[in-house]
């Protein structure tokens, strides 16, 4: 079965940084695309960054510059570090994958994370 665990999460303060991590587990995902989203309160979800299972990445335009996401294969986790945080930014983050290698784009895969929550004060 498969599973993917976010972590990192938590309350930081307009301008810092979190990382987030994604563990998963029940089948390799080393020549999967995958990314994160976001939902904030009361809003559609909503793509953030995807990466390739070579590492290539793709970003919203708000995101770029200041958030990076990354991956280790041999550990099956996929990781968004993100810097200079704004309030804007306080939503749900889920870790996504696709089954198979496609191209990243805005779009989502198969597989879902519970999601974890970032909260930026002002």
């Known amino acids: 079965q498969v599973q993917l665990t976010e972590s990192g999460g938590g309350l930081v303060q307009a301008g810092g940084s979190l990382r987030l991590s994604c563990a998963a587990s029940?089948?390799?995902?080393?020549?999967?695309?995958m990314g994160w989203f976001r939902q904030a309160p009361g809003k559609e979800r909503e793509f953030v960054a995807g990466?390739?299972?070579?590492?290539?990445?793709y970003y919203r335009s708000s995101v770029k510059g200041r958030f990076t996401i990354s991956r280790d294969n041999a550990k099956n986790t996929v990781y968004l570090q993100m810097n200079s945080l704004n309030p804007e930014d306080t939503a749900v983050y889920y870790c996504?994958?696709?089954?198979?290698?496609?191209?990243?784009?805005?779009?989502?895969?198969?597989?879902w994370g519970q999601g974890t929550q970032v909260t930026v004060s002002s």
């Open positions: 029940g089948r390799t995902f080393s020549r999967n695309t």
């Open positions: 990466i390739s299972w070579s590492g290539n990445p």
């Open positions: 996504n994958a696709h089954r198979t290698a496609v191209v990243v784009t805005n779009l989502p895969g198969e597989y």
